[in-house]
């Protein structure tokens, strides 16, 4: 049975947004659930609607959207 969108979209959430604090790489809590949610919502509107390959990818562009930030401070 299918999770309707809003419940899948915050259990997505919840799971990248858990991970990311336990290993201690969630920085700015307002940039990253700007981050992971506009991930999420980005793969929804594609089709995608498992939930653990929507946490996957929003936590993998989270990575890379810190990674981005921390090369443009440094340059």
Same mark, same amino acid.
């Given at each position: 049975?299918?999770?309707?969108?809003? %419940?899948?979209?915050?259990?997505? *959430?919840?799971?990248?947004?858990?991970?990311?604090?336990?290993?201690?790489?969630?920085?700015?809590?307002?940039?990253? @659930?700007?981050?992971? *949610?506009? @991930? %999420?919502?980005?793969?929804?509107?594609?089709?995608?609607?498992?939930?653990?390959?929507? @946490?996957? =990818?929003? %936590?993998?562009?989270? =990575?890379?959207?810190?990674?981005?930030?921390?090369?443009?401070?440094?340059?």
């Amino acid at each position: 049975m299918d999770e309707p969108l809003p %419940i899948l979209m915050e259990s997505s *959430m919840m799971i990248a947004w858990d991970y990311l604090e336990r290993t201690g790489e969630l920085g700015d809590p307002d940039i990253a @659930s700007r981050v992971l *949610m506009d @991930s %999420i919502e980005g793969l929804v509107r594609k089709g995608e609607r498992r939930k653990l390959m929507l @946490s996957n =990818k929003a %936590i993998d562009a989270y =990575k890379r959207y810190r990674a981005d930030h921390a090369l443009a401070l440094v340059s």
